[in-house]
């Protein structure tokens, strides 16, 4: 890194460096004075320097490729980028000065946001992104700290060092960069990122914004804003949840489309729900260890009293004990690509093996079942199995066991109560466990 600019120093023969506004990341961004015309400039300097010269060179295009970016946008929500120049062997980019505060720094200051103030910020972001997406542009690092809130409540997007250009046929990113838990899963490597990541990094912003949890902290699970705060409207969680999906084709699939939810936000778009097991993978290792230390266990028992560790082995105890958290883990992956969404036309069940599209008048039945029970007759693992003219489907219902992992479907309850007012179905007979058509 280099070291930053002091304190008066001109650049250019005309720019004077006043102070600096910030620094991290790749670029220190200073504040400046035109010593011509007197205005005032941010000057935002490349500060990386690696070893690597292949890498160095990546690094110093990203940033001439962002000046001129922004040099050819003109849109209210985006500063206006007047000046790009090498001096010596430092590079800068001089921008319109944004006084204001960013969104992170004003968490700092403020308890919370009002829901309606989140959404006139997201609103405003969106109308920029409509206009960059049309240009072909994809942002790429949409979060917090790259928004401006200027003192009337305009804002202003920052920062397009990692922006890019969408390349239709395109299997995937040349470069993997952006921030962990604001960044789509497609945008470290798997794919191409398009129109639809920044919608997502948009999500997960607002779902920062409303519950103050950083989503760095577990990247792609965001819990439903009703239950980390009763005071949110079931509008803006069925807008977040669904911005935030890890398949991109779950999400709005424009910036537009999303714009026009959050701008009828009270309407329809409060049916457009999604039902799941638990956003993204879950972690092999803390199962891998459980495994390693239960079957450490069975060895240690099997050293301090062999009989007793034999007679368990014939009964098959000790490795059906070592052999659970590698069989819930499984359980668990399998029912992390399982998604139920329900819209005003139908229900969409999306699963690792397909997809089962069916309209509210093909569904013909909800029956609830018991899978496993106890001894005693006490239910262990329930669910709810829904028929319809085009295939069936199921999700649990299982009570979560003290100390343990649920591995319900979220929100179930909601989701049975739904579908069976949206289907019209009635209980067969008082008591019956089945619901069908009137």
């Known amino acids: 890194m280099k070291e930053p600019l002091t304190t008066g120093t001109v650049l250019n023969e005309r720019y004077r460096i006043t102070g600096i506004i910030d620094s991290g990341g790749m670029s220190t961004i200073y ?26 060179n990546i690094i110093q295009a990203q940033f001439k490729k962002e000046a001129e970016i922004l040099s050819q946008l003109s849109h209210p929500n985006l500063p206006k980028v007047f000046d790009y120049f090498v001096q010596g062997e430092r590079e ?55 928004i ?38 497609e945008q470290y490597g798997k794919s191409q990122t398009d129109a639809r990541s920044d919608i997502f990094s948009l999500g997960a912003t607002m779902h920062f914004l409303l519950s103050r949890r950083d989503p760095g902290s577990n990247p792609f699970a965001f819990p439903p804003l009703t239950q980390l705060n009763s005071c949110f409207s079931p509008a803006i969680e069925a807008i977040v949840a669904k911005a935030v999906m890890t398949d991109p084709a779950l999400r709005f699939q424009s910036a537009r489309e999303m714009r026009d939810a959050l ?35 069975d060895v240690g028992l099997t050293v301090i009293n062999p009989v007793w560790a034999i007679d368990l082995l014939l009964f098959g105890m000790l490795p059906f004990v070592a052999s659970l958290p590698p069989v819930l883990y499984g ?13 005003e036309s139908g229900i969409t069940f999306f699963s690792p093996g397909g997809k089962l599209q069916a309209a509210w008048d093909d ?46 479907l979220r ?24 619901y069908t058509r009137g």
């Open 148 to 185: 401006i809130v200027r003192e009337n409540g305009t804002v202003k997007l920052l920062d397009f060092g990692i922006a890019r250009i969408y390349s239709s046929g395109k299997t995937q990113d040349t470069i993997i960069m952006g921030t962990p838990g604001y960044s789509p899963p």
């Open 92 to 146: 800068f980019l001089v921008e319109e000065y944004v006084e204001g505060k960013n969104l992170l720094s004003l968490v700092d200051e403020r308890e919370s946001f009002p829901e309606e103030e989140v959404v006139s910020w997201a609103l405003q972001v969106c109308e920029c992104l409509v206009y960059i997406h049309e240009k072909g542009i994809v942002y790429r690092d949409l979060k917090p700290s790259n």
């Open 411 to 434: 929100n179930h309850e909601a989701l049975t109560e739904l579908i069976i007012k949206r289907a019209k179905l009635r209980q067969k007979s008082p008591g019956s466990h089945i």
């Open 331 to 343: 359980e668990l992956k399998k029912r992390s690509g399982v998604r139920i969404m329900t819209r």
């Open 31 to 56: 504040h400046a004075e035109d010593q011509r015309l007197g205005s005032r400039w941010a000057i935002k300097e490349l500060m990386v320097v690696t070893q690597d010269k292949e890498e160095q």
């Open 263 to 297: 701008a009828r936000k009270n309407e329809a778009v409060v049916n457009e729900l999604v039902f799941d097991y638990g956003a993204g993978d879950p972690a092999w290792q803390p199962y891998a260890l459980a495994s390693a230390v239960l079957a450490a266990i």
């Open 363 to 408: 569904v013909e039945s909800l029956v609830f079942s018991v899978k496993k029970a106890s001894p005693h007759g006490t239910p262990l693992v329930a669910e709810v199995e829904v028929r319809t003219r085009n295939g069936k489907f199921s999700y649990d219902t299982s009570p979560m066991p003290p100390g343990g992992v649920s591995l319900s």
